[in-house]
């Protein structure tokens, strides 16, 4: 019903950028929030950020002030622009996206992309 497929992960420097992108498609207009979630070995998953439909924001506490969730409704696309990040920040993050209980849209569910790693070298 929904596709999720995450981008951007790869190797950085402590203090350095990264930007994710999470390109979503099949039902899309079934999506209402969509969220980044990571895990890091050893680690449980948690929730990083997460956006409603009409953009309300809210941030894990370790992420805040550093991290901005956003999207961009048009091109169906989920973004995750990370600053100065650091060695904690490492872990696999997948994005979620959860569907209405609407005509078409096939009941309430969620979606997970496939994961891609970030690595924060200290």
């Known amino acids: 019903q929904v596709q999720l497929v995450e981008s951007g992960g790869g190797l950085v420097q402590a203090g350095g950028s990264l930007r994710l992108s999470c390109a979503a498609s099949?039902?899309?207009?079934?999506?209402?929030?969509m969220g980044w979630y990571r895990q890091a070995p050893g680690k449980e998953r948690e929730l990083v950020a997460v956006?409603?439909?009409?953009?309300?924001?809210n941030y894990a506490d370790s992420v805040k002030g550093r991290f901005t969730i956003s999207r961009d409704n048009a091109k169906n696309t989920l973004y995750l622009q990370m600053n100065s990040l650091k060695p904690e920040d490492t872990a696999v993050y997948r994005c979620n996206a959860e569907t209405l209980r609407l005509l078409g849209c096939g009941g309430p569910n969620d979606y997970w992309g496939q994961g891609t790693q970030v690595t924060v070298s200290s």
């Open positions: 099949g039902r899309t207009r079934c999506i209402s929030p």
């Open positions: 956006i409603t439909s009409g953009s309300h924001t």
